[in-house]
C-alpha cells in the first residue's frame, strides 16, 4: 500500500507563480512514477505533469507545457510541480498520483486510469 499525500495550492492572481508537493509513503518501492492531474467543476480528470522514479523523463499536458516544470526527490520520494504564469482556466482541483513504472511503454503515464494511489487533492484558484 502507497500513501500519497499533496501540500501547496491555494489563491494566486493571474500570471502568478505557485508550488506544489507530493510525497509518496509506504511500503518499499523504487520503479515507480508519479503524476499530477486536475479537475475543474464539470470537467473532466486533466493530465498536467508526470516523471519517472528515476527523475530523467518528464511528460507535460498540451495546456501547461511551458509553464510548468516537474521535479523530483528519489530519496524522499517526493514530486514538484511548479507552476508559472498561472491563468484563470488553472483554477482547479490538483490531485497527485502514482504508479508502479519499469519503464517502456509510457502512454500509460498520462492517463489516469493508469494510476494505483491518489492524493486528496489540493484547491489551486487563480483570480483576475
Known amino acids: 500500500q502507497v500513501q500519497v499525500q499533496e501540500s501547496g495550492g491555494g489563491l494566486v492572481q493571474v500570471g502568478g507563480s505557485l508550488g506544489l508537493s507530493c510525497a509518496a509513503s509506504?511500503?518499499?518501492?523504487?520503479?515507480?512514477?508519479m503524476g499530477w492531474f486536475r479537475q475543474a467543476p464539470g470537467k473532466e480528470r486533466e493530465f498536467v505533469a508526470a516523471?519517472?522514479?528515476?527523475?530523467?523523463?518528464?511528460y507535460y499536458g498540451d495546456s501547461v507545457k511551458g509553464r510548468v516544470t516537474i521535479t523530483s526527490d528519489i530519496q524522499k520520494k517526493m514530486v514538484r510541480l511548479q507552476m508559472n504564469s498561472l491563468k484563470p482556466e488553472d483554477t482547479a482541483v490538483y490531485y497527485c498520483?502514482?504508479?508502479?513504472?519499469?519503464?517502456?511503454?509510457?502512454?500509460?503515464?498520462?492517463?489516469?486510469?493508469?494510476?494505483?494511489?491518489w492524493g486528496q487533492g489540493t484547491q489551486v484558484t487563480v483570480s483576475s
Open positions: 498520483a502514482f504508479q508502479w513504472y519499469s519503464g517502456g511503454v509510457s502512454h500509460g503515464l498520462m492517463q489516469a486510469s493508469a494510476y494505483d494511489y
Open positions: 516523471i519517472t522514479w528515476s527523475g530523467g523523463t518528464t
Open positions: 509506504g511500503r518499499s518501492f523504487s520503479n515507480y512514477a
